[in-house]
């Protein structure tokens, strides 16, 4: 997989992960045969038990709270209103491809079609990286409102990753039909973003999950903005559940490959569990360069030359 060399350098990464990956036929016809995960040799790792412990609530609904701009360049995230370089540049592809694949959606299903599942086969292979540079380079489009949903209930970090408080979110919704889950969303003072939190931990969130009354929330977030979309950054579909659930609802899935360490067979497991969800795309993260390959972003920093 580093033998960059060797491989054309076109095409967004989503593309690219393909050409390594060749899924396309598999994930068209869905040979149960082939990507039937072997339960004896890799079972299913399940998230290990917290203690429920309740959170503060999330900032009063109308109040925009700043994201810290500084923390996202560190962390090598996306920073709103900074030149244009190649990480944005590669994530503009990204989306693209997903909002084509989306439009096409809507003539199935409305609902669906606006609903993005990021997540990746086992840990740190940068899925929440992947969901947070996405969820920023959406909310650039001029008619799309983003809700990043962290739903990584075991170990969630879009917030910190962000510079925001924890607070009230998907689950505490999800458990108590009380809560209006609009009281939950953060808005951040990046122009269409907006952010859910995890919410309280609790045992049972594979279940919550799996209830009803998550497509209710699902769809009066939907219905109070007919331009959101929602991203959901689940937990790695190899380590817990909840990923697997959540695929039912999406209409799109895109599944986080690290390019210096994510297996074929991992991967084939990963896409069996996640057959909930249709259309399964593949992004390359941690990609090594060819000298002389394609590199977005120098353009924009090239003056012109009498």
Same mark, same amino acid.
């Given at each position: 997989?580093?033998?960059? %060399?060797?491989?054309? #350098? %076109?095409? $967004?990464?989503?593309?690219?992960?393909?050409?390594?990956?060749?899924?396309?036929?598999?994930?068209?016809?869905?040979?149960?045969? @082939?990507?039937?995960?072997?339960?004896?040799?890799?079972?299913?790792?399940?998230?290990?038990?917290?203690?429920?412990?309740?959170?503060?609530?999330?900032?009063?609904?109308?109040?925009?709270?700043?994201?810290?701009?500084?923390?996202?360049?560190? %962390?090598?995230?996306? =920073?709103?209103?900074?030149?244009?370089?190649?990480?944005?540049?590669?994530?503009?592809?990204?989306?693209?491809?997903?909002?084509?694949?989306?439009?096409?959606?809507? #003539? #199935?299903?409305?609902?669906?079609?606006?609903? +993005?599942?990021?997540?990746?086969?086992?840990?740190?292979?940068?899925? @929440?990286?992947?969901?947070? %540079?996405?969820? +920023?380079?959406?909310?650039?489009?001029?008619?799309?409102?983003?809700?990043?949903?962290?739903?990584?209930?075991?170990?969630?970090?879009?917030?910190?990753?962000?510079?925001? @408080?924890?607070?009230?979110?998907?689950?505490?919704?999800?458990?108590?039909?009380? +809560?209006?889950?609009?009281?939950? =969303?953060?808005?951040?003072?990046?122009? #269409?973003?907006?952010?859910?939190?995890?919410? @309280?931990?609790?045992?049972?969130?594979?279940?919550?999950?799996?209830?009803?009354? *998550?497509?209710?929330?699902? $769809?009066?977030?939907?219905?109070?903005?007919?331009?959101?979309?929602?991203?959901?950054?689940?937990?790695?579909?190899?380590?817990?559940?909840?990923?697997?659930?959540?695929?039912?609802?999406?209409?799109?899935?895109?599944?986080?490959?690290?390019?210096?360490? *994510?297996?074929?067979?991992?991967?084939?497991?990963?896409?069996?569990?996640?057959?909930?969800?249709?259309?399964?795309?593949?992004?390359?993260?941690?990609?090594?360069?060819?000298?002389?390959?394609?590199?977005?972003? $120098?353009?924009?920093?090239?003056?012109?030359?009498?």
């Amino acid at each position: 997989m580093n033998d960059m %060399n060797s491989r054309k #350098q %076109n095409g $967004s990464l989503i593309e690219r992960a393909a050409q390594v990956y060749d899924f396309a036929a598999e994930l068209r016809g869905r040979n149960a045969e @082939t990507f039937a995960p072997d339960a004896a040799a890799t079972p299913l790792r399940m998230a290990q038990p917290v203690e429920d412990v309740r959170v503060p609530p999330a900032a009063p609904w109308g109040e925009v709270v700043a994201v810290d701009r500084a923390l996202l360049a560190s %962390n090598g995230l996306l =920073v709103p209103g900074a030149p244009v370089g190649a990480l944005a540049e590669e994530f503009r592809l990204v989306k693209r491809h997903l909002m084509v694949t989306a439009r096409a959606l809507r #003539q #199935q299903d409305a609902t669906r079609a606006r609903t +993005i599942l990021v997540c990746s086969a086992k840990p740190n292979d940068g899925k @929440t990286y992947c969901a947070v %540079n996405l969820a +920023i380079s959406m909310a650039a489009e001029r008619e799309v409102e983003v809700i990043l949903i962290d739903a990584d209930f075991a170990k969630p970090d879009v917030m910190k990753r962000l510079g925001l @408080t924890e607070g009230l979110g998907l689950l505490d919704a999800l458990a108590d039909p009380t +809560i209006d889950i609009e009281a939950c =969303v953060v808005r951040t003072d990046i122009p #269409q973003l907006s952010v859910l939190p995890a919410g @309280t931990k609790s045992h049972d969130d594979t279940e919550l999950l799996g209830s009803a009354r *998550t497509a209710a929330i699902i $769809s009066a977030l939907l219905a109070a903005d007919p331009r959101r979309v929602l991203i959901f950054d689940s937990p790695p579909v190899l380590a817990a559940s909840p990923a697997a659930v959540l695929a039912h609802h999406a209409g799109q899935t895109v599944l986080v490959v690290r390019a210096d360490r *994510t297996v074929e067979g991992d991967l084939r497991e990963a896409v069996a569990l996640l057959s909930g969800c249709d259309e399964i795309q593949l992004l390359l993260n941690a990609v090594t360069y060819a000298p002389g390959g394609r590199r977005f972003g $120098s353009y924009y920093g090239q003056e012109d030359l009498a």
